[in-house]
């Protein structure tokens, strides 16, 4: 379904609104205009009756056999339209008067009249039908007469039709005008809005530089500032995985370097011996690669963030899953370790992914093995103090100057003469591990001040 | 013909040195900068094969102490540092030859082959004399047209002495580069390996200096 247009909405609840307030509007002064104007035809009705009766009151006026007609001349129609002239108005309407006596018989009447009573004579205001035609009639008793001054109701009504036109004439005329207006503001309202789209839309792919708007208002900012620091997380995480991909092709070189030489050398062999020692060397180099590879592809697992829906882990277990993962190793190099654990009954839980703290506490015990003389021991020692876990790995290798300390945490380091067929990556995964689950990793003397100490502390679960 | 061999990658140092011994060189392999800094003031090299990044001293820094102490052994950079610019640094820190990580086997020798054949001005990788010709690249030997097989150590002995026709060698410089280092020499091992080549080529090819070593003359 096609989004609604916010533009279309406010335009179109605009004028939708605006006609229906202004034709109210509209509507009520116009009866209220035919309304004062009826009124003031009907004094005006009343007025002319007094004045008849008044002028009468002393006149015979006739008798029902020979009532008198009087001829009362019409108003100038030559006159320009609305106009008053000096003779009188164009709005002179056409005024008939009848003088009825008490029985009701014709005494006199106008010429422009009926020669028929308009009405049993009852006091005040009346509408009555005469010859096809509805006229607007007062009565008044005077001296036992009745006087009855009448005038033509569709004259009447196309008089205040026109004063009440005249009323909300401006009204509706200014709508137009008014809806002009409105797009306009809408459209200057909504401006911003459309600029970011339009510079969204014609961005490149690769191109995760901040956006700034000529103009600001204070809606837009909050989404061009949410839009900003989108981009600059991609930006930094593009930048990691790049890092990642180049630091990678770098580090796979000496490592291919050797499997190719090897491989050379073993097609070229002069002699069995030779080959087969060649071709023994390239085991373990590729061997060195593998490592090397699925350390790459830790360090990329750890890097991703934590699963929203973090178990309770126990450290025992995870030691246990280690100590079981790094046997080949451990036997290979006589290695013995020896796991302690305070208080000796607890689990030393903690909240995350049992993968990847077990993964953690791999390279650990590895990196122990790894870097200690052959038949050295390994010592892991499990503490739960003040809400805090901890997990501490004592080696008796040749321990890490305090100076590269921070160092040995750096992807791809390995200190000058270690030996150095490790990956690199080991403690980088524990720190990033360890990060992301709200702990941190520090590197001390080991025991005696001889080896080294990594401890990881971790927020532990209460119970 | 003896060459230095700095890296401190144990598999790679090892393919290395594999590759260079079965083509009859005599290797010495060190693993750090400090090693391969004594190796090259106190050592009698004829070629050295040098990585850049070493514990104890990068390799660059090593290259340079070496040239200042007036070591002149051609230097051949092994190294994954591979932009214009290291490379350029490289050379201009006094390394003959660069080659880049990972590379060929077969051009590294062929490389090794260009540093001994400018050490003695030479444009060819057959070294001649008289009727007798020694072919660096196939490894062969041949007298008068027919070849001639010789064992590893006739092979490098016969290859050091004519590489520098007419020159004295000493007892000392020749066992050195057939055993290196490390290797244990029986004290007539070498008078064995002349007498060998002798029987086998003809015997006035290789003169005896008593008291100090052998020679090969100039053909007359």
Same mark, same amino acid.
């Given at each position: 379904?096609?989004?609604?247009?916010?533009?279309?909405?406010?335009?179109?609840?605009?004028?939708?609104?605006?006609?229906?307030?202004?034709?109210?509007?509209?509507?009520?002064?116009?009866?209220?205009?035919s309304?004062?104007? *009826?009124?003031?035809?009907? *004094?005006?009705?009343?007025?002319?009756?007094r004045?008849?009766?008044?002028?009468?009151?002393?006149q015979?006026?006739?008798?029902?056999?020979?009532?008198?007609?009087?001829?009362?001349?019409?108003?100038?129609?030559?006159?320009?339209h609305?106009?008053?002239? %000096?003779?009188?108005?164009?709005?002179?309407?056409?005024?008939?008067?009848?003088?009825?006596?008490?029985?009701?018989r014709?005494?006199?009447?106008? /010429?422009?009249a009926?020669?028929a009573?308009? /009405?049993?004579?009852?006091?005040?205001?009346?509408?009555?039908?005469?010859?096809?035609?509805?006229w607007?009639?007062?009565?008044?008793?005077s001296?036992?007469?009745?006087?009855?001054a #009448?005038?033509?109701?569709?004259?009447?009504? +196309?008089?205040?039709?026109?004063?009440?036109?005249?009323?909300v004439?401006?009204?509706?005329?200014?709508?137009?005008?008014?809806?002009?207006?409105l797009?306009?503001?809408?459209?200057?309202?909504?401006?911003?809005?459309?600029?970011?789209?339009?510079r969204?839309e014609?961005?490149?792919?690769?191109?995760?530089?901040?956006?700034?708007?000529?103009?600001?208002?204070?809606?837009?900012?909050?989404?061009?500032?949410?839009?900003?620091g989108?981009?600059?997380?991609?930006?930094?995480?593009?930048?990691? +995985?790049?890092?990642?991909?180049?630091?990678?092709?770098?580090?796979?070189?000496? %490592?291919?370097?050797?499997l190719?030489?090897?491989?050379q050398?073993?097609?070229?062999?002069?002699?069995?011996?030779?080959?087969? *020692?060649?071709?023994a060397?390239?085991?373990?180099?590729?061997q060195?690669?593998?490592?090397?590879v699925?350390?790459?592809?830790?360090l990329?697992?750890?890097?991703?963030?934590?699963?929203? #829906?973090?178990?309770?882990?126990?450290?025992?277990?995870?030691?246990?899953?280690?100590?079981?993962?790094?046997?080949?190793?451990?036997?290979?190099?006589?290695?013995?370790?020896?796991?302690?654990?305070?208080?000796?009954?607890?689990?030393f839980?903690?909240r995350?992914e049992?993968?990847?703290?077990?993964?953690?506490?791999?390279?650990?015990?590895?990196?122990a093995a790894?870097y200690?003389?052959?038949?050295?021991s390994?010592?892991?020692?499990?503490?739960?103090?003040?809400?805090?876990?901890?997990?501490?790995?004592?080696?008796?290798?040749p321990?890490i100057?305090p100076?590269?300390?921070?160092?040995?945490?750096?992807?791809?380091?390995?200190?000058p003469?270690?030996?150095?067929?490790g990956?690199?990556l080991g403690? #980088?995964?524990v720190r990033?591990?360890?990060?992301?689950?709200?702990?941190?990793v520090?590197?001390a003397?080991? *025991?005696?001040?001889?080896?080294?100490?990594?401890?990881?502390?971790? $927020?532990?679960?209460?119970g | 013909?003896?060459?230095?061999?700095? +890296?401190?990658? +144990?598999?790679?140092?090892?393919?290395?040195?594999d590759?260079?011994?079965?083509?009859r060189?005599a290797?010495e392999?060190?693993r750090?900068?400090?090693?391969?800094?004594?190796?090259?003031?106190?050592?009698?090299?004829?070629?050295?094969?040098?990585?850049l990044?070493?514990?104890?001293?990068?390799?660059?820094?090593?290259?340079?102490?070496?040239?200042?102490?007036?070591?002149n052994?051609?230097?051949?950079?092994?190294?994954?540092?591979d932009?214009? /610019?290291?490379?350029?640094?490289?050379?201009?820190?006094?390394?003959?030859?660069?080659?880049?990580?990972?590379?060929?086997?077969?051009?590294?020798? #062929?490389?090794?082959r260009v540093?001994q054949?400018r050490?003695?001005?030479?444009?060819?990788?057959?070294?001649e004399h008289?009727?007798?010709?020694?072919?660096?690249?196939?490894?062969?030997?041949?007298?008068?047209?027919?070849p001639?097989?010789?064992?590893?150590?006739?092979f490098?002995?016969?290859?050091?002495?004519?590489?520098?026709?007419?020159?004295v060698?000493?007892?000392?410089?020749?066992e050195?580069?057939?055993?290196?280092?490390?290797?244990?020499v029986?004290?007539?091992?070498?008078?064995?390996?002349?007498?060998?080549?002798?029987?086998?080529?003809? $015997?006035?090819?290789?003169?005896?200096?008593?008291?100090?070593?052998?020679?090969a003359d100039?053909?007359?």
């Amino acid at each position: 379904m096609k989004p609604r247009s916010t533009r279309a909405v406010l335009l179109g609840g605009s004028i939708v609104v605006l006609l229906a307030v202004l034709g109210a509007a509209a509507w009520i002064g116009y009866e209220g205009s035919s309304d004062e104007a *009826a009124e003031l035809f009907d *004094a005006r009705l009343a007025t002319s009756a007094r004045v008849l009766a008044a002028l009468l009151a002393a006149q015979p006026a006739g008798d029902a056999a020979a009532p008198i007609v009087i001829a009362v001349p019409a108003p100038l129609e030559a006159q320009p339209h609305d106009q008053p002239g %000096p003779l009188g108005h164009p709005y002179e309407t056409k005024i008939a008067f009848q003088v009825l006596d008490g029985d009701g018989r014709l005494l006199m009447r106008s /010429a422009a009249a009926p020669p028929a009573p308009y /009405a049993p004579p009852a006091p005040g205001f009346s509408t009555q039908r005469h010859a096809g035609r509805d006229w607007r009639v007062f009565s008044l008793p005077s001296g036992g007469r009745w006087v009855q001054a #009448a005038e033509r109701d569709d004259v009447r009504g +196309e008089l205040s039709g026109k004063l009440a036109l005249a009323a909300v004439a401006p009204l509706i005329a200014g709508i137009p005008l008014v809806l002009v207006l409105l797009a306009l503001l809408v459209r200057y309202g909504l401006a911003p809005l459309a600029e970011l789209a339009r510079r969204i839309e014609r961005r490149r792919a690769d191109s995760l530089e901040p956006i700034a708007l000529p103009r600001n208002t204070a809606e837009i900012v909050p989404v061009v500032e949410a839009l900003n620091g989108l981009l600059e997380r991609v930006q930094a995480a593009m930048a990691r +995985e790049r890092r990642f991909t180049a630091d990678a092709a770098h580090e796979l070189r000496t %490592p291919l370097a050797a499997l190719k030489i090897h491989a050379q050398n073993a097609a070229r062999a002069g002699s069995d011996a030779e080959r087969q *020692a060649s071709i023994a060397r390239m085991l373990a180099g590729l061997q060195r690669s593998v490592r090397l590879v699925e350390q790459m592809l830790a360090l990329s697992r750890a890097a991703a963030s934590l699963t929203p #829906a973090p178990q309770d882990v126990s450290l025992r277990q995870v030691v246990e899953d280690a100590l079981d993962d790094v046997l080949p190793t451990l036997k290979e190099r006589s290695v013995k370790v020896s796991v302690a654990a305070e208080p000796s009954v607890a689990d030393f839980v903690v909240r995350g992914e049992r993968d990847k703290l077990t993964c953690l506490a791999r390279n650990l015990i590895d990196n122990a093995a790894r870097y200690a003389p052959r038949g050295s021991s390994v010592r892991v020692e499990l503490a739960q103090r003040d809400g805090v876990a901890s997990l501490a790995v004592w080696d008796q290798g040749p321990g890490i100057p305090p100076e590269l300390r921070e160092r040995v945490f750096e992807s791809y380091y390995r200190i000058p003469g270690s030996g150095a067929d490790g990956s690199g990556l080991g403690l #980088a995964i524990v720190r990033e591990i360890a990060r992301q689950h709200g702990g941190a990793v520090r590197i001390a003397e080991g *025991a005696a001040g001889r080896g080294t100490c990594v401890r990881v502390t971790l $927020p532990g679960v209460p119970g | 013909m003896r060459i230095l061999l700095v +890296e401190d990658d +144990e598999l790679l140092g090892g393919g290395i040195e594999d590759a260079l011994t079965r083509a009859r060189y005599a290797v010495e392999w060190v693993r750090s900068g400090p090693l391969a800094l004594a190796g090259l003031e106190h050592g009698d090299f004829d070629a050295v094969v040098l990585d850049l990044g070493l514990p104890g001293m990068d390799g660059l820094e090593v290259l340079r102490r070496a040239r200042a102490a007036r070591c002149n052994a051609p230097v051949l950079i092994l190294s994954a540092r591979d932009t214009v /610019a290291q490379r350029v640094a490289g050379l201009d820190a006094g390394a003959d030859d660069y080659l880049v990580k990972p590379f060929d086997v077969d051009e590294l020798l #062929a490389r090794v082959r260009v540093l001994q054949r400018r050490a003695r001005g030479a444009t060819s990788n057959v070294l001649e004399h008289g009727s007798l010709r020694l072919d660096l690249v196939a490894l062969s030997v041949t007298c008068k047209g027919q070849p001639v097989v010789l064992q590893r150590r006739e092979f490098m002995l016969l290859q050091k002495l004519l590489a520098t026709p007419g020159q004295v060698l000493t007892r000392a410089q020749l066992e050195e580069s057939l055993y290196g280092w490390n290797g244990s020499v029986e004290s007539n091992a070498l008078d064995v390996h002349v007498h060998n080549l002798r029987k086998k080529l003809y $015997p006035e090819l290789i003169r005896t200096v008593r008291g100090v070593g052998y020679v090969a003359d100039p053909p007359a």
